[in-house]
């Protein structure tokens, strides 16, 4: 008997605060009040707490902030040329003001290592040949630089772009004929990092000449 009194209280004080919250949504301005029934109805039926406050107001959206960091391309690693798979480079070196046994020499030249450091601020290169040796490094925060190349002061930048995947060198001189010449160089990898591809475009006066040399790494 006293189980059964306790379950009827228990029963009693859920109707009456069910009827109680419908009045409160039926008399409020501006509330769906047969979507309260509704809301009302399933809660008693799933047994949640009848004692049920009013509405409260909807929660502001939460705005999240993903932060994306570029992933680069490092071309650290010794690269060896492979001549059978590159253009030849003596329409550049010609558009360059080079002479003819210059020319000849960069052309016929197919012993060709690149030596390479990249951090995260910096790209290094070593190019040596058995025509000549090469070596400098430039920034990567895109500023332009004044570096002193063949004998020629040049304005040089060098940027990423294609999220990352090429990296753009710009050299800015005067040319041996006295010209003004633009060389950008865009270097990429392929085949999961083993082969290193550089494709240069000499600008001068209008006219463009451009070769593509690849290397396969050490």
Excluded at 38 to 53: D, E, F, I, P
Excluded at 95 to 120: D, F, H, M, P, S
Aim: aromatic share 8%.
């Amino acid at each position: 008997v006293s189980t059964q009194s306790t379950w009827k209280q228990w029963y009693q004080r859920r109707v009456h605060g069910k009827q109680w919250y419908q009045r409160r949504v039926h008399g409020s301005s501006g509330i769906n009040a047969e979507y309260m029934e509704a809301v009302v109805s399933t809660q008693s039926t799933w047994g949640l707490n009848s004692r049920l406050s009013p509405l409260k107001p909807a929660r502001k959206p939460v705005n999240f902030v993903v932060s994306h960091t570029m992933a680069r391309a490092d071309f650290t690693g010794t690269w060896n040329l492979d001549a059978a798979a590159s253009g030849n480079p003596e329409a550049v070196a010609e558009l360059e003001g080079r002479g003819w046994v210059a020319r000849k020499a960069i052309a016929n030249t197919t012993n060709v290592k690149l030596t390479i450091a990249q951090t995260a601020e910096t790209f290094s290169i070593k190019m040596e040949t058995t025509f000549k040796n090469e070596e400098g490094t430039v920034n990567l925060n895109g500023a332009e630089e004044e570096h002193d190349v063949d004998g020629h002061k040049t304005k040089v930048t060098a940027t990423f772009e294609e999220d990352g995947k090429v990296l753009l060198v710009t050299h800015r001189y005067t040319n041996a004929n006295g010209k003004t010449s633009e060389r950008t160089i865009r270097r990429h990898l392929e085949d999961d990092g083993k082969t290193l591809v550089a494709e240069t475009t000499v600008t001068v006066e209008g006219q463009t000449a451009s070769v593509k040399r690849v290397f396969r790494k050490a």
